[in-house]
């Protein structure tokens, strides 16, 4: 690819994915875009035809990577004008490269809540945007389940044309793991909070990471859950029923404590964890007749 002069210093070759992703997996990016702002991003869409090239990668924390070299270009919103928080009473206005952690610890210092069911979950706002996450604030009570369509008033995006968009909640379709935000590049947001003490909410959220450390394994590198809940139930549920706990292929298995959790115990490779969720996946369904599908976007190689 030929890129104009004023993107040079922002291009790189043949970057390496496994060091950029929770799986620690992956070969490498063909090209690596990191825009300085929104209006170099938007001259860069502009000035080519690479919709369907592009893979805008976050935190890289639900993501597979092919063990190829990936021939797309990748858009990386690590500089800081997508990385700032600006708090403004019930009212955060944040950037998509923001983590959610981090995120998290700004708003832990105002009285703010209904942003504990974030606690614990990786990646970043754009990332979490796009795919709509959630997950409970109560721990084991299912009414308090929540996801980023209950915070989020609005969100600053680029369509594929570079054009600049603000798109209001009702203007987004969200789904369980999905949005109609897919096909955009998402830039910031808009969230709104409610009023809360802020020893109560810290509190919450640290009862929240207690739980999920004592339940979910982060000990090996992987992507978290790599199965969408079936409706009315929990893929890690029917993965456990079939007495897959532990199964490995290579160096990639599901987790002894988690069944969701497909871990890299070290050195697994893409093809391990592909063997590995077609043999969990066919078991599933032979023994419960339904078809888990992963949430997790997996990334082919030319």
Same mark, same amino acid.
């Given at each position: ?93 944040? $950037?998509?490269? /923001?983590?959610?952690? +981090?995120?998290? !610890?700004?708003? &832990?210092?105002?009285?703010? %809540?209904?942003?504990?069911? @974030? ?50 909640? $009702?203007?987004? /379709?969200?789904?369980? +793991?999905?949005? !109609?935000?897919? &096909?955009?590049?998402?830039? %910031?947001?808009?969230?709104? @909070? ?60 599901? !987790? ?47």
């Amino acid at each position: 690819m030929n890129s104009p002069i004023s993107f040079k210093n922002r291009m790189r070759h043949n970057v390496p994915l496994a060091e950029r992703n929770y799986f620690r997996i992956g070969g490498k990016a063909r090209w690596w875009f990191a825009p300085a702002g929104t209006g170099q991003l938007a001259v860069f869409l502009r000035g080519r035809d690479v919709r369907k090239d592009l893979f805008v990668l976050g935190a890289g924390s639900n993501v597979l990577f092919d063990d190829a070299v990936i021939r797309r270009i990748f858009i990386s919103l690590e500089a800081p004008a997508f990385t700032g928080i600006r708090v403004r009473g019930r009212h955060v206005t944040v $950037g998509a490269g /923001v983590r959610i952690g +981090r995120l998290i !610890s700004v708003l &832990s210092h105002f009285d703010l %809540g209904g942003h504990e069911f @974030l606690a614990g979950i990786p990646g970043t706002v754009g990332g979490g945007l796009v795919m709509n996450a959630g997950a409970r604030a109560g721990l084991e009570d299912p009414r308090t389940y929540r996801e980023m369509r209950d915070v989020v008033v609005s969100v600053d995006a680029l369509d594929p044309a570079g054009r600049w968009h603000t798109l209001r909640r $009702g203007e987004i /379709v969200f789904g369980y +793991r999905q949005t !109609s935000l897919a &096909s955009w590049i998402v830039t %910031g947001a808009k969230l709104r @909070l409610c009023p809360a003490c802020r020893r109560r909410v810290t509190r919450q959220i640290g009862r929240i990471l207690g739980w999920r450390f004592s339940h979910q394994d982060w000990l090996y590198p992987s992507a978290g859950s790599f199965f969408k809940n079936p409706p009315g139930d929990a893929a890690g549920r029917l993965i456990d029923r079939c007495g897959l706990k532990g199964f490995s292929v290579g160096a990639a298995q599901v !987790s002894p404590r988690h069944a969701n959790f497909i871990i890299n115990t070290g050195g697994a490779r893409f093809a391990d964890v592909i063997k590995l969720v077609e043999i969990v996946r066919e078991k599933v369904y032979n023994h419960f007749h339904i078809r888990l599908e992963p949430e997790v976007t997996i990334v082919r190689g030319a």
